[in-house]
């Protein structure tokens, strides 16, 4: 038997959800929704599903075994609790809270209950993601050092309660939660040592439209996440940089290079000067083409619906959840520490 889910936030967000699961999920069965808008209404009773009068009514609902949360972020975490203390299962949408403290209390109610609580860091099946993991993974380029991962456009605009402060918008917990959860999934067991965060209101009042933070790992890895709503020639989705090559996606189409030294030809140094365009080098002139070698980046294929169905089969007893309680604290702390680094402008030492 289907579990049936109830949605609470009727955006665009949960109109992909209803869509691709009711089309894809068939362990799951959209049954209904709420909204407090009068549009989103209308576009659930278009839908031909219940359409709640209150979330209260959800959380009274027997049938109801799942509610998927939706809402703007300040909200998410009265409204996770209160389906957990109704004892529903929960998926809640990124950033599951607005800090820590406020998903410790989540986890909490979720602990007592017995209840199933996760959230939809649906990004960790991105393809772009994923090919960049083999390529560490696999060692397909060894002694990575350091990882660029930047999602940049120039629209400067965001719609609705993104603009604002009080709603928990802006870029950070927008764009940076989900950059930030798949750097930790490409190093689940290397701690966070330090974290410098610089914030930019380009053309947003209330939040951060541009920002940038260096994450460094205890495995001598450094990583630069930058998020932009102001880049008119946007920079590459992925870099990956390592002793013996480096990779280069340069969009969620997985377009790009990888360029790997050939085991076999070292590179030997002489004292001939290359001139270049910017005058006479030595350490920066061009590597010869015969030590290298172009490599086909090695593409994997994602579905966020994967995280429905492990959702369902985790509801079921039939798997472990894929995005834990542990994963989700982790990445909310170095959250935290991202707006503080960016408050007081200086890089806050850590071990998280």
């Known amino acids: 038997m289907a579990i049936k889910m109830a949605i609470i936030g009727m955006g665009g967000m ?23 808008r009068e549009e989103a209404k209308a576009t659930i009773d278009g839908l031909g599903i219940k359409n709640y009068a209150s979330p209260e009514e959800i959380y009274a609902d027997k049938e109801i075994d799942l ?9 998410h975490k009265s409204y996770s609790i209160a389906c957990l203390e109704a004892g529903k299962h929960v998926l809640c949408e990124k950033p599951v809270t607005m800090n820590t403290q406020e998903l410790e209390e989540v986890i909490a109610v979720a602990n007592k209950t017995g209840k199933l609580f996760t959230v939809h860091q649906n990004r960790r099946w991105d393809s772009d993601f994923l ?3 083999k390529i560490i993974d696999e060692g397909i380029l060894n002694d990575v050092y350091r990882i660029e991962t930047k999602v940049q456009g120039s629209r400067q605009f965001v719609h609705g309660w993104r603009g604002y402060k009080i709603n928990g918008g802006g870029m950070v917990l927008d764009w940076g939660i989900h950059l930030l959860d798949q750097l930790m999934v490409l190093y ?3 701690k966070v040592k330090s974290v410098h965060a610089h914030f930019h209101q380009i053309v947003m009042a209330e939040v ?5 933070a260096t994450i460094k790992f205890d495995n001598d890895v450094s990583a630069i ?11 590459p989705r992925w870099q990956l940089f390592a ?20 085991e076999d030809d070292e590179l030997v140094w002489d004292d001939v000067i290359v001139y ?11 590597r010869p083409a015969s030590t290298i070698e172009n490599l086909p980046l090695p593409i994997v294929k994602g579905d966020w619906l994967d995280l429905h169905r492990n959702l369902a089969a985790a509801i079921n007893g039939e798997a472990d959840i894929i995005v834990t309680h542990d994963q989700a604290l982790r990445r909310m702390k170095v959250i935290d520490l991202i707006f503080e680094s960016a408050q007081i402008g200086e890089a806050i030492v850590c071990d998280i």
């Open 14 to 36: 949960a109109g992909w959800h209803y869509k691709n699961v009711t089309e894809k999920v068939p362990e799951i069965k959209i049954v209904g929704a709420y909204d407090i």
């Open 67 to 75: 509610v998927l949360i939706a809402t703007p972020n300040d909200v």
């Open 131 to 133: 090919t960049i993991k």
């Open 188 to 190: 689940p067991d290397s």
């Open 208 to 212: 951060e439209d541009d920002f940038t």
């Open 225 to 235: 996440i930058n998020v932009s709503m102001s880049s008119f020639i946007p920079q």
């Open 243 to 262: 002793k013996d090559g480096t990779a280069k996606i340069l969009n969620w189409d997985v377009e790009g290079e990888l360029i790997k030294l050939k």
């Open 276 to 286: 270049t365009s910017a005058g006479p080098t030595r350490s920066m002139a061009p």
